[in-house]
């Protein structure tokens, strides 16, 4: 009897064991997972595009979706060159799910994301890049931008996530979640 109880004791401390090693595990995951660039947290850090527009530094405009992952590939690349870039060029992220961004969507006519535009010290777009880009092409991309030359990769087209622009409003019912009611 004493050595069923005392396997028993040996396999409860081998399991509890065991939990807390996975727990840890588990705990520093997510820990590392937070860490990452994404996609959210550079849109929260951008320049607001009223302010890009006229406060005469270049810009570079992105239109993204959280769910693009073309535009996810991209995020620690882009961070990196904001890095690089940040006192010399205006860095703006605009998420083609918020209506809000309807009219620039329109206006820089995004079909395709990630869809880049380059925007001049004057606020003047220049030149268009869609898909995912090298970094050493968004790099001379921007060198070239702030130097007021021509791009010399203006117009490329890497892989993109599909995009439709919407024509109608969404509904006002906020559980639709934007979903159009056929009648």
């Given at each position: 009897?004493?050595?069923l109880v005392s396997a028993?004791?040996?396999?409860?401390?081998?399991?509890?064991?065991?939990?807390?090693?996975?727990?840890?595990?588990?705990?520093?995951?997510?820990?590392?997972?937070?860490?990452?660039?994404?996609?959210?947290?550079?849109?929260?850090?951008?320049?607001?595009?009223?302010?890009?527009?006229?406060?005469?530094?270049?810009?570079?405009?992105?239109?993204?979706?959280?769910?693009?992952?073309?535009?996810?590939?991209?995020?620690?690349?882009?961070?990196?060159?904001?890095?690089?870039?940040?006192?010399?060029?205006?860095?703006?992220?605009?998420?083609?799910?918020?209506?809000?961004?309807?009219?620039?969507?329109?206006?820089?006519?995004?079909?395709?994301?990630?869809?880049?535009?380059?925007?001049?010290?004057?606020?003047?777009?220049?030149?268009?890049?869609?898909?995912?880009?090298?970094?050493?092409?968004?790099?001379?991309?921007?060198?070239?931008?702030?130097?007021?030359?021509?791009?010399?990769?203006?117009?490329?087209?890497?892989?993109?996530?599909?995009?439709?622009?919407?024509?109608?409003?969404?509904?006002?019912?906020?559980?639709?979640?934007?979903?159009?009611?056929?009648?």
């Amino acid at each position: 009897m004493s050595e069923l109880v005392s396997a028993n004791r040996v396999r409860n401390i081998l399991i509890a064991f065991a939990a807390i090693t996975l727990s840890i595990a588990i705990f520093f995951g997510f820990q590392t997972q937070t860490g990452s660039v994404s996609l959210e947290a550079q849109a929260q850090a951008a320049t607001p595009i009223e302010v890009a527009l006229n406060n005469g530094k270049p810009t570079l405009t992105e239109f993204y979706a959280n769910w693009c992952t073309s535009c996810q590939a991209m995020a620690p690349e882009l961070a990196q060159l904001k890095q690089k870039y940040e006192k010399s060029v205006n860095f703006v992220m605009l998420n083609v799910d918020n209506s809000k961004w309807l009219p620039e969507i329109l206006r820089y006519r995004v079909d395709g994301i990630p869809h880049f535009v380059f925007i001049d010290d004057t606020g003047e777009a220049i030149a268009q890049t869609l898909g995912e880009q090298p970094p050493s092409v968004m790099e001379a991309n921007l060198d070239a931008l702030i130097a007021h030359q021509t791009l010399p990769y203006a117009y490329s087209t890497g892989q993109t996530s599909d995009f439709n622009t919407p024509v109608n409003t969404p509904s006002s019912d906020p559980r639709s979640h934007g979903a159009q009611v056929q009648s």
